[in-house]
């Protein structure tokens, strides 16, 4: 069966700590060649030329406030229009690459970059409650052992390695982990995912666990993904990237310590 398209808002968002396997979701879903997925659209410290980038919406309400200063002024009208108009360049590059989509990969703490100044921090952000508002469908992927996500972290910034989709790429190396501050970050990540998950509560929603689409001979997963953000039919996916943290016990020299948290 051929895919079909559906989905006419063209936008759809992917929201995800870091290090629960974005890149990897990402590449899967554009691997269709019907989904432009080029990374993250709001975080200046991943990419510092962040403001020539047509997909970055730091480069996109700069030129949009300084070509019309009331676009400054805070308000809920003007956060509106931003992302309506950051939103329209976005599908437009879709399209202009023939695809039928733009994937937004949003961490949550950029999520807030869409508000003003005034906003509560701890309430639903201003972005969640437009995706609702005009039903644009939202990926929530989350890994379910916090404690993967943080050693992952912790490795990725000792070994410099954050992402890689060859083995020649990957590094080797011994580290040991600090257990009371592992678990500490541990618990305020699942606070954090817990957080999320409320201001998702209302949303047109797909929750996707880590664990599924890491699982290459599971793949229905992504199917229904496919399906969730407007395309129907079945499809062969090739990841892009592999895994970039070996197996636990190679790697922690103090493994036994925190063993208990993998089990």
Same mark, same amino acid.
């Given at each position: 069966?051929?895919? $079909?398209?559906?989905?006419?808002?063209?936008?759809?968002?992917?929201?995800?700590?870091?290090?629960?396997?974005?890149?990897?979701?990402?590449?899967?879903?554009?691997?269709?060649?019907?989904?432009?997925?080029?990374g *993250?659209?709001?975080?200046?410290?991943?990419?510092?030329?962040? %403001?020539g980038?047509?997909?970055?919406?730091?480069?996109?309400?700069?030129?949009?406030?300084?070509? &019309?200063?009331?676009?400054?002024? !805070?308000t809920?009208g003007? %956060?509106?229009e931003?992302?309506?108009?950051?939103?329209?360049?976005?599908?437009? $590059?879709?399209? *202009?690459?023939?695809?039928?989509?733009?994937?937004? @990969?949003?961490?949550?703490?950029?999520?807030?970059?869409?508000? #003003?100044?005034?906003?509560?921090?701890?309430?639903? !952000?201003?972005?969640?409650? #437009?995706?609702?508002? &005009?039903?644009? !469908?939202?990926?929530?992927? +989350?890994? *379910?052992?916090?404690?993967?996500? +943080?050693?992952?972290e912790?490795?990725?910034h000792?070994?410099? =390695?954050?992402?890689?989709? @060859?083995?020649?790429?990957? =590094?080797?190396k011994?580290?040991? +982990?600090? =257990?009371?501050?592992?678990?500490?970050?541990?618990?305020?990540?699942?606070?954090?995912?817990?957080?999320?998950?409320?201001w998702?509560? @209302?949303?047109?929603?797909? *929750?996707?666990? #880590?664990?599924?689409? =890491?699982?290459?001979?599971? %793949?229905s997963? %992504?199917?229904?993904?496919?399906?969730?953000i407007?395309? @129907?039919?079945?499809?062969?996916?090739?990841?892009?990237?592999?895994?970039?943290?070996?197996?636990?016990?190679?790697?922690?020299?103090? #493994?036994?310590?925190?063993?208990?948290?993998?089990t």
């Amino acid at each position: 069966m051929e895919p $079909q398209e559906s989905n006419s808002a063209g936008i759809a968002l992917l929201i995800a700590n870091e290090r629960s396997g974005t890149h990897l979701l990402r590449s899967l879903i554009a691997s269709t060649k019907l989904v432009l997925a080029p990374g *993250e659209v709001c975080n200046a410290a991943a990419d510092s030329a962040h %403001m020539g980038d047509p997909s970055s919406y730091y480069c996109y309400r700069h030129n949009a406030a300084t070509a &019309n200063r009331r676009l400054m002024y !805070p308000t809920i009208g003007t %956060m509106r229009e931003l992302i309506d108009g950051f939103f329209a360049t976005l599908k437009r $590059q879709a399209e *202009e690459k023939g695809k039928s989509l733009f994937l937004c @990969d949003i961490k949550y703490s950029h999520i807030h970059t869409f508000n #003003y100044f005034w906003w509560d921090w701890l309430s639903v !952000p201003f972005l969640l409650q #437009y995706a609702r508002e &005009n039903k644009i !469908p939202i990926i929530h992927l +989350v890994r *379910e052992n916090v404690y993967e996500t +943080v050693l992952s972290e912790i490795y990725a910034h000792q070994t410099g =390695v954050w992402r890689a989709s @060859d083995p020649g790429e990957l =590094v080797h190396k011994s580290i040991r +982990v600090n =257990v009371p501050a592992f678990k500490a970050r541990a618990e305020k990540l699942q606070q954090v995912i817990t957080l999320a998950r409320g201001w998702l509560r @209302d949303c047109h929603v797909k *929750e996707i666990k #880590y664990s599924d689409i =890491v699982d290459q001979n599971s %793949m229905s997963v %992504m199917d229904e993904t496919m399906k969730f953000i407007g395309f @129907d039919g079945s499809f062969k996916f090739k990841p892009g990237f592999i895994k970039t943290t070996p197996p636990y016990e190679t790697i922690v020299e103090n #493994y036994d310590e925190i063993r208990d948290f993998f089990t």
